[in-house]
């Protein structure tokens, strides 16, 4: 199921080029897993071992477990920190942290910091395949809330290239191609979406809407109707159902 925004994708290292070894490795995964499971005590445990040199592993760390609490704005810091102390030591890990910024950026609705560390994380070349592709599907998220929709999309098509089994790049991709009034483009795009995630309520709000645009009113209806099905109680997914069945007459 897609997360949305894709706020947890940095609660995960991202997979670059192989990393360099590191006798800190060890306690650094020791301290991740911490994170997820009591991130109080991994936030104690970065503290000290920043003390004791942990440096941007213990920074990248202490990212992790606000993550976990859902503190973006502190973990975008985090990340950003740990980012900017692996670029002083030379360690290719920086790429990694600076997309993990972003990320934790967007999730914070910080767009236009969110660019800025997602232009570094790109611009250092040692993502590559899916995690090139992530980050190339973040820029995208922040240069359509920056309102530049075209180079949004080639940011979108670059990621479908790099991560073609993620849903949300083809949902959003969808989602800018029907703003974009590219009808075919957008039907194109949510039938991939659907096949990787049926069972997604965003998913299914997109596919009712593109279905509207193009005149299928039963299966907008069919999508709205499944989306509101999948979709919490208390998701706005549900408010916004009821307001797009509202463009069709009462039956």
Known sequence: MILLPLALAAATQTA????????????????????????AAA??????????????????????????????TAAADAFQQAARAAELGHDVRAANYWAQAGNAFLAAGDAGHARTALDA?????????????????????????????????????????????DPLAWL?????????????????????ALTRSADDANVQLEAGNIAAVAGDEAAARKAWSQAAQLAPPDSPIRAEVAKALAQFPSR
């Not at 670059?16 to 994170?35: F, M, T, W």
């Not at 445990?45 to 003390?51: D, H, I, P, T, V």
């Not at 004791?52 to 477990?65: E, I, P, T």
């Not at 191609?177 to 957008?186: E, G, I, N, Q, Y």
């Open 16 to 39: 670059a080029k192989p990393l360099p070894a590191d006798p800190r490795e060890a306690r650094y995964q020791r301290c991740v897993a911490l994170a997820d499971r009591d991130p």
């Open 43 to 72: 936030k104690i445990e970065a503290g000290k071992w920043r003390l004791a040199g942990g440096d941007y592993f213990a920074q990248q760390c202490l990212g992790l477990a606000y993550a976990t609490e859902r503190n973006w």
């Open 121 to 165: 994380a790109l611009a250092a070349g040692e993502l590559t395949g899916f995690a090139r592709g992530e980050a190339q599907l973040d820029r995208a998220r922040a240069l359509v809330a920056a309102g530049q929709p075209a180079a949004a999309r080639v940011d979108l098509d670059a990621a479908l290239t790099n991560a073609p089994a």
């Open 172 to 192: 959003l991709s969808a989602t800018l191609a029907r703003r974009m009034k590219d009808l075919p483009r957008a039907q194109k795009d949510i039938a991939q």
